[in-house]
């Protein structure tokens, strides 16, 4: 069983709605990160967070430790943002991370 | 601008063949990573390394190795490469250097090397 569970798998939005992936973890982390997998290949962080909420631009990320458990959030969403969203969780102090699934977000016009 | 690249970006290889993938960091980050990434299985950890000299094992390490002689590279070898190990292969590095300073460990990663191995 994996230690970060992403859901939901897949995801298709409308353009404008209000997208929300949710990861779950078992271990102890430092922090959790969100990642972003553009569909060609390329991955950039999005959020790294140890506690509250982060906000850039549209995207907002929450992390309530107490549950482990954190969300992603889409805004407004846009075509644009049609990728493959990562959580990830730092098991250690240096940042050595343990990955969820992902979860394809398409988001049509 | 500061980097980080992996090359080759494409490799085709036979099984048995030793094979290196190169990574390369221009930001003088501490902390490098090497992960697989495959469907199903999502990223995976192979090696890491915290430091020059200093190098780890991951989730999935068996057929791999890496060794780190400076700040700014990390190779990863396929000692004896086998189908099991086409992937995708990224690099990642963090500027890392005190533990628990959590602000230092986002990870930049690299544009990734596909393998096949036939």
């Known amino acids: 069983k994996n230690e970060v569970e992403q859901s939901p798998q897949n995801l298709t939005a409308q353009e404008g709605e209000f997208i929300t992936i949710n990861c779950s973890y078992s271990v102890g982390i430092s922090a959790l990160h969100w990642l972003q997998q553009h569909p060609g290949g390329g991955i950039v962080s999005l959020f790294m967070?140890?506690?509250g909420k982060k906000k850039h631009g549209r995207l907002i990320a929450t992390i309530n430790i107490q549950e482990k458990h954190s969300s992603l959030h889409i805004t407004a969403s846009h075509p644009r943002d049609s990728a493959v969203y990562i959580c990830?969780?730092?098991?250690?102090?240096?940042?050595?991370?343990?990955f969820g699934a992902g979860t394809q977000v398409v988001v049509t016009p | 601008d500061a980097e980080i690249t992996q090359s080759p970006r494409h490799k085709i290889t036979e099984t048995g063949r030793q094979v290196t993938l190169a990574c390369h960091q221009t930001w003088n980050h501490n902390n490098m990573f090497w992960y697989r990434q495959d469907l199903g299985h999502g990223l995976r950890l192979i090696h890491y390394?915290?430091?020059?000299?200093?190098?780890n094992k991951g989730e999935v390490s068996d057929g791999y190795s890496v060794s780190r002689s400076n700040t700014e590279d990390l190779p990863l070898t396929l000692e004896s490469a086998a189908s099991s190990q086409t992937s995708v292969y990224f690099c990642?590095?963090?500027?890392?250097?005190?533990?628990?300073?959590?602000?230092?460990?986002?990870?930049?990663f690299g544009p990734g090397t596909r393998l096949t191995v036939l």
């Open positions: 990830a969780a730092a098991t250690d102090s240096w940042g050595k991370l343990q």
């Open positions: 990642a590095s963090s500027e890392g250097g005190l533990a628990g300073i959590t602000s230092y460990n986002e990870q930049f």
């Open positions: 967070l140890s506690s």
């Open positions: 390394s915290y430091g020059v000299q200093d190098t």
